[in-house]
């Protein structure tokens, strides 16, 4: 069984700073590319950044130069440090991965639950 778990979400004021994490475990034989995604209130699910297994990233237009995403592979760990958050940065963060697992032993898409980034004075 595989789980996605999201942290580090919450409060901040506009041009503030959050990092949020994602961590994966269970039956993990590989992890292909990690993502996030947001969704803001009454809007749909966006992809905000991803990173291959070879740290190749790309970047929703709208967060490029304040976002970085990174992964730590040895701890199935991926990161996403946002800086000069805007109000329009509010939503759900969701993790997403693409893994195979020993369990299925082919590439599948897994999600976590979601953390809150609430970009508010």
């Known amino acids: 069984q595989v789980r996605l778990v999201e942290s580090g979400g919450g409060l901040v004021q506009p041009g503030g700073s959050l990092r949020l994490s994602c961590a994966a475990s269970g039956s993990i034989r590989s992890i292909n590319t990690m993502s996030w995604y947001r969704q803001a209130p009454g809007k749909g699910r966006e992809l905000v950044a991803g990173?291959?297994?070879?740290?190749?990233?790309n970047y929703a237009d709208s967060v490029k130069g304040r976002f970085t995403i990174s992964r730590d592979n040895a701890k199935n760990t991926m990161y996403l440090q946002m800086n000069s958050l805007r109000p329009e940065d509010t939503a759900v963060y969701y993790c997403?991965?693409?893994?195979?697992?020993?369990?299925?032993?082919?590439?599948?898409?897994?999600w976590g639950k979601g953390t809150l980034v609430t970009v508010s004075s």
């Open positions: 990173v291959t297994g070879g740290a190749s990233t």
């Open positions: 997403n991965a693409n893994l195979v697992s020993w369990d299925h032993g082919y590439g599948m898409d897994y």
